[in-house]
T-cell receptor, first 117, second 111 residues
Framework: GAVVSQHPSRVICKSGTSVKIECRSL??????MFWYRQFPKQSLMLMAT?????????EQGVEKDKFLINHASLTLSTLTVTSAHPEDSSFYIC?????????????FGPGTRLTVL | LAKTTQPISMDSYEGQEVNITCSHN???????ITWYQQFPSQGPRFIIQ???TKVTNEVASLFIPADRKSSTLSLPRVSLSDTAVYYC????????????FGRGTSLIVHP
């Protein structure tokens, strides 16, 4: 089946630093990639939708200047958490899809655990 | 966007069949129903997707009544490894696609 990887799987950083998380579709070309955030014992919250070659679409309440998303190719999207603070500590998950429709399956990455000290 | 409602938690025992129902009263004509499974500290995994009637694959069945206002995920003969959170999503097949995860159902399978 389709495989999506995320790197790093876990990162600990100091407050004020920036962290980049990579999401790669390994064996297929992803038209669309999604970024989610998940706090402990809560559901996934969609942060943004990213299409290759175009600007990401952010959900309401998500600061686009703080969470920078770049979708440089059909196999790679990156999320940069700029000037991270402890409240940004969370589990970040990406998914990739071959289409922009609800009938297209999402293939999820394993997630990245971010801890900001 | 169609909102979904699921039971927060369910308990079962190994070998039993588990049915998890999701309500989506305002489902639209173009909406598909998709179920995902998530283990702790992992990304969700696709289980099954359907539009109407019944869909079956190697791991589950999905039952959708004629009015499509609900759907039931059926897991036959669960094992301990099926302990996870199960999410149903209802999303449009055309136009803008904004996947929205509800609270999910935490299934605990006991020995």
């Amino acid at each position: 089946g389709a495989v999506v990887s995320q790197h790093p799987s876990r990162v600990i950083c100091k407050s004020g630093t920036s962290v980049k998380i990579e999401c790669r579709s390994l064996d297929f070309q992803a038209t669309t990639m999604f970024w989610y955030r998940q706090f402990p014992k809560q559901s996934l919250m969609l942060m943004a939708t990213s299409n290759e070659g175009s600007k990401a679409t952010y959900e309401q309440g998500v600061e686009k200047d703080k969470f920078l998303i770049n979708h440089a190719s059909l196999t790679l999207s990156t999320l940069t958490v700029t000037s991270a603070h402890p409240e940004d500590s969370s589990f970040y998950i990406c998914s990739a899809s071959t289409g922009t429709s609800g009938s297209n399956e999402q293939f999820f990455g394993p997630g990245t655990r971010l801890t900001v000290l | 966007l169609a909102k979904t409602t699921q039971p927060i938690s369910m308990d079962s025992y190994e070998g039993q069949e588990v049915n998890i129902t999701c309500s989506h009263n305002n489902i639209a004509t173009n909406d598909y129903i998709t179920w995902y499974q998530q283990f702790p500290s992992q990304g969700p995994r696709f289980i099954i997707q359907g539009y109407k009637t019944k869909v079956t694959n190697e791991v589950a069945s999905l039952f959708i009544p004629a009015d499509r206002k609900s759907s039931t995920l059926s897991l036959p003969r669960v094992s301990l490894s099926d302990t996870a959170v199960y999410y149903c999503l209802v999303d449009e097949a055309g136009g803008s696609y904004i996947p929205t995860f509800g609270r999910g159902t935490s299934l605990i399978v006991h020995p």
